[in-house]
């Protein structure tokens, strides 16, 4: 079974500019839950969508987006992008109906760098 | 506000050391403690802890978890290089709908010297 997989890997954008990243889950998994992390601020969690519709959310601005299509896969749009959105960005799936965040798996991450 | 909290931010050891990764937490609507080892790459699982005082082992690695002072060791005996990640302490809060989410510590960089 595949696992879950991102794209781009690596992107680098300057400031002001937008960016959209995308996550493609586990084949039957239909939670997507998307994370920041940074070395000052380590995993933070921004939002988690289950059948297209945004389950939970985070501490973050609306510069950060996210959208869930009918075949599970998301997507991440960060807009105006600033020097502090330089993290990994990193997405996990999870099976339907368990709800439970611990029975995330985790892709590789998206490397954004903001000059 | 929820909060997650590692201990020793990193660590150098040699080959054959033994090693105490620390996490405490406070966290509204505990669910459960998670580990993961990041070697620059996705997190990958390594135990989940719901109850007290119960020792989770695999291998060389052992977790184990204290409700009531609100903190998680996991140890590592007879370290090895392939040891050396950044292990990430979470911690499962309930929230809306029965769903949870994940609360991560900052982690700790572990190097293991030859």
């Known amino acids: 079974k595949a696992g879950v997989t991102q794209t781009p890997r690596y992107l680098i954008k300057t400031r002001g500019q937008q960016v959209t990243l995308s996550c493609s889950p586990i084949?039957?998994?239909?939670?997507v839950s998307w994370y920041q992390q940074t070395p000052g601020q380590g995993l933070q969690f921004l939002f988690e969508?289950?059948?297209?519709?945004?389950?939970n959310k985070g501490n973050f601005p609306g510069r950060f987006s996210g959208r869930q299509f009918s075949n599970s896969r998301s997507e991440m749009n960060v807009s105006t992008l600033e020097l502090g959105d330089s993290a990994l960005y990193l997405c996990?799936?999870?099976?339907?109906?368990?709800?439970?965040?611990?029975?995330?798996?985790f892709g590789p991450g998206t490397r954004l760098t903001v000059l | 506000e929820d909060k997650v909290v590692q201990s020793p931010l990193s660590l150098v050891v040699h080959e054959g050391d033994t090693v105490t990764l620390n996490c405490s937490y406070e966290?509204?609507?505990?669910?459960?403690l998670l580990w993961y080892k990041q070697e620059k790459k996705a997190p990958t699982f390594l135990f989940m802890l719901?109850?007290?005082?119960i020792e989770k082992k695999s291998g060389r690695l052992s977790s184990i978890l204290d409700k009531k002072e609100l903190f998680s060791i996991l140890n590592i005996t007879a370290t090895q290089t392939g040891d050396s990640a950044v292990y990430l302490c979470?911690?499962?809060?309930?929230?809306?709908?029965?769903?949870?989410?994940?609360?991560f510590g900052q982690g700790t960089t572990l190097q293991v010297k030859p």
């Open positions: 996990a799936s999870s099976f339907p109906t368990s709800g439970r965040a611990s029975e995330q798996f």
């Open positions: 084949s039957g998994h239909r939670s």
């Open positions: 969508y289950f059948s297209e519709t945004q389950r």
């Open positions: 966290v509204t609507n505990f669910r459960s």
């Open positions: 719901t109850s007290s005082g």
């Open positions: 979470a911690v499962e809060a309930l929230h809306s709908g029965n769903t949870g989410k994940l609360i």
